[in-house]
């Protein structure tokens, strides 16, 4: 979120002649309608650091605006990040998960210092146990890893191509601060049907036909011993 955080001052003016962005408008909140849709929760979960920065990554605002929209609650627990040693960071992070997954019907795993390859481990055993479906914001690489969906990221041509046609017009002598930043991913679905297994969750038809990448194994450790 590049207006979130600082880089530009808005969607359609990047602030300095010299300076171009890519901003997806209610990239965010367009992922949280999308789950809305599929599961129809009524609660949400999501771990954060609350803090300004925390709150961007966690693209808080965004599940803030969906809710107001849809009408469902928002559970939230703080993970502190700030100048704390990594293994406590992700000790933090999988406590949160584990304290909000008995609490809501569904969880919106947003992007965090805290979650590593070795953490989203735990976090998903806590998850499973408590039967919550997952989206990931982060994208399919984490859907491989055990969360339930997300949108899927496998190719990433279509903005390569705004990066690259965006380059080309400023080597021939377009200001940056000219050109389009607003971008839109094309809506693909990533889904992990062993995912939707450990939950119970039986995918709808009209979901595994909306999907681009469906994955029927998971990566990884899927627990602790």
């Not at 309608?33 to 979960?45: E, K, N, S």
Request: hydrophobic fraction near 40%.
């Amino acid at each position: 979120d590049p207006i979130g955080a600082g880089i530009i001052d808005s969607a359609d003016d990047s602030g300095m002649d010299h300076i171009h962005a890519k901003v997806e408008p209610d990239r965010y909140q367009l992922q949280v309608r999308l789950f809305h849709d599929i599961i129809g929760f009524q609660r949400l979960g999501i771990v954060h650091s609350d803090t300004p920065e925390g709150r961007t990554y966690g693209g808080v605002d965004a599940v803030e605006e969906a809710a107001s929209e849809l009408g469902f609650e928002i559970i939230s627990c703080n993970a502190p990040y700030a100048t704390l040693e990594q293994n406590v960071v992700e000790q933090n992070v999988v406590d949160c998960y584990e304290e909000i997954a008995s609490q809501v019907d569904a969880i919106y795993i947003t992007v965090h210092r805290g979650i590593t390859r070795d953490s989203l481990a735990p976090i998903m055993e806590a998850v499973n146990r408590n039967l919550v479906p997952t989206f990931s914001m982060l994208g399919s690489g984490e859907v491989q890893r055990g969360v339930l969906m997300s949108i899927a990221q496998a190719d990433f041509t279509y903005v390569g191509d705004f990066h690259a046609e965006t380059i080309a017009r400023i080597f021939n002598g377009s200001s940056p601060r000219a050109l389009a930043q607003r971008w839109t991913a094309p809506p693909k679905i990533a889904l992990n049907l062993a995912a939707a297994e450990r939950i119970g969750f039986d995918p709808p038809v009209d979901l595994l036909l909306a999907s681009d990448e469906i994955y029927d194994t998971i990566i990884g450790p899927v627990g602790r011993n």
